[in-house]
């Protein structure tokens, strides 16, 4: 790919958000445009930013993160969403991510190189599933 992809961490840890930060820091695939620690913080920078794949945890403090990606898809609904979550997804969750709009998942044990391949995969317009919940 010869273009970075745009994308906003949200996650409530600074710590988390740090580490995803310094992960792509490293390579060329994305570039962070923003970080947000709430839903609410998310949803204004997603209006104001427009990314093209928001990485979106499961538990927001003030929303939850299906709540979330649905008022984000809402706001901008062009973006790409992949919830982050450090639980395995099952099928009735895996169900309601994609009806919120989420493109897909990954866990938070992923290695970068899967969080690449995800953040890749739903830019081209595909859907991701984390692969041991697959």
């Given at each position: 790919?010869?273009?970075?992809?745009?994308?906003?961490?949200?996650?409530?840890?600074?710590?988390?958000?740090?580490?995803?930060?310094?992960?792509?820091?490293?390579?060329?695939?994305?570039?962070?445009?923003?970080?947000?620690?709430?839903?609410?913080?998310?949803?204004?920078?997603?209006?104001?930013?427009?990314?093209?794949?928001?990485?979106?945890?499961?538990?927001?403090?003030?929303?939850?993160?299906l709540d979330a990606t649905r008022r984000l898809k809402s706001a901008h609904p062009d973006g790409k969403i992949l919830i982050v979550t450090m639980h395995d997804v099952d099928e009735r969750l895996l169900a309601q991510c994609l009806e919120a709009g989420a493109s897909g998942y990954v866990l938070k044990r992923t290695r970068g190189p899967e969080l690449e391949n995800a953040i890749d995969a739903v830019c081209g317009g595909g859907q991701y599933r984390a692969p041991r919940a697959a």
């Open positions: 790919m010869n273009r970075r992809i745009r994308v906003l961490i949200c996650n409530q840890y600074t710590l988390f958000r740090e580490g995803l930060k310094a992960l792509f820091y490293q390579g060329n695939l994305a570039e962070i445009v923003g970080e947000a620690s709430t839903a609410a913080s998310a949803i204004e920078q997603v209006r104001r930013l427009r990314p093209e794949v928001v990485l979106m945890d499961m538990v927001m403090p003030d929303l939850s993160g």
